[in-house]
């Protein structure tokens, strides 16, 4: 307490008022003061070191590559602590939960280590977003308000919604007093993701490339009604799309991603999003399929997208890519493979097939043109993401050249 009549610094103003909001459970003000203090968390070296020992990498500060900071070694806690604060700038009170979120993470990792499987980057500041947004969709509540709630949740509830946000696990809020992060039973779209992974399709000796479109759409029963198209859609409304928004922050990737990658490099020049270009010459030549540097620089790549949702369609259409690769190793790929335009002309596939079958819906599209209803589409089925991405890459590669039988190749 302070005494009257006495002056006091600016300082020790602020540590009062930290020290009193403590008290009375006032998260935001702690939160807020705490990073006009520039305080740090006990311990915030080694949770930064419990992750990288286990070839795990971090980043702070949001995408594109030129705000976010990754975390390769361990450093010394003034120096990780000075560049956690400078990366978020007059933003204190996210430079403080990015500690917690690091602590957290650092706790899960020792503690249930599977749940990291297939994630070899963790996005602090996009896992913060996520977690908001999460929040606000719980709550209905706006960005805004969702990013105030976050702030002033106490952090037992901060770190059980970050579990849950990891793990898939569903959970519910009760706002009838401070909010507190219910666990709910686990639904059938979080059991499912699970154990979602893009398999080859078993290949027949007539089978080509054109092949390939007519076995993932296999099952299909031509174009559904509009009723059953309705009810596809609002069953699972926003399903979807928050699950690839949840695998994309986390940077969760299906088993053998990276050798898949390295794969589809062989049969190509390059890969191609957004104008970044990962050259398959010197790459494939200094790294093996498997190697952690490969994997490293693959991510490098992907996390030149600032949206996670969109990260995760490149994702399956280059499980796409790799089908094909497998399906008929003697498919070259062209030069460099802009995998946004294939992206884009599965979009545009899906719109036409779905005003066909709902001429009077309306189609809202997000900020980079992708329409919200094929983020929302599940990968497989009818109407499903797979189906559009692999017609789009058979209207790409037919007619590209294939590799001759007398071909030798030269290690």
Not at 294 to 306: I, K
Not at 341 to 353: H, I, M, P
């Amino acid at each position: 307490m302070l005494d009257e009549g006495k002056g006091y610094t600016v300082e020790e103003l602020l540590e009062e008022v930290y020290l009193r909001s403590a008290e009375l459970r006032f998260w935001t003000l702690v939160r807020h003061t705490a990073g006009m203090l520039g305080k740090q968390i006990e311990d915030l070296a080694s949770a930064a070191t419990d992750i990288l020992v286990r070839q795990k990498q971090f980043t702070i500060g949001l995408p594109p590559a030129t705000q976010e900071i990754t975390i390769e070694r361990p450093m010394p806690p003034e120096k990780l602590k000075a560049l956690i604060y400078s990366t978020h700038g007059e933003d204190v009170s996210t430079a403080v939960l990015t500690q917690e979120i690091l602590a957290y993470l650092a706790m899960f990792i020792r503690t249930e280590p599977s749940l990291f499987n297939e994630m070899l980057r963790l996005r602090i500041s996009l896992i913060i977003r996520v977690m908001a947004a999460e929040l606000g969709r719980t709550v209905n509540c706006s960005a805004s308000e969702a990013s105030d709630q976050l702030m002033n949740l106490r952090p037992h509830e901060v770190k059980r919604l970050l579990y849950h946000i990891i793990s898939g696990e569903e959970f519910r809020v009760d706002n009838g007093g401070p909010l507190r992060i219910i666990q709910e039973s686990p639904s059938v779209l979080a059991a499912a993701t699970k154990k979602i992974s893009i398999k080859a399709i078993k290949r027949r000796d007539t089978a080509g490339i054109i092949q390939l479109g007519h076995e993932v759409r296999k099952g299909d029963s031509g174009m559904m009604d509009s009723r059953e198209v309705e009810n596809r859609f609002s069953n699972l409304h926003g399903q979807w799309i928050r699950r690839r928004r949840l695998d994309g922050a986390l940077n969760r990737v299906p088993v053998g991603f990276y050798s898949n990658v390295w794969r589809i490099l062989e049969k190509c020049r390059g890969l191609s999003v957004e104008k970044h270009v990962m050259w398959s010459h010197p790459t494939i030549e200094e790294m093996t399929p498997g190697e952690l540097k490969f994997a490293l620089r693959v991510e490098t790549w992907l996390n030149r997208l600032p949206h996670p949702e969109y990260r995760q369609l490149m994702v399956e259409c280059l499980m796409v890519l790799a089908i094909v690769v497998l399906q008929d190793p003697a498919q070259r790929l062209g030069d460099i493979l802009n995998i946004d335009s294939l992206v884009y002309e599965a979009n545009g596939l899906f719109l036409k097939d779905l005003a066909s079958s709902l001429k009077d819906r309306s189609v809202l599209t997000s900020s980079n043109g992708i329409s919200e209803d094929f983020y929302d589409s599940a990968p497989s089925g009818a109407y499903g993401t797979m189906s559009y991405l692999t017609q789009a890459v058979v209207n790409r590669i037919k007619g590209m050249p294939r590799a001759s039988s007398h071909e030798c190749k030269v290690n």
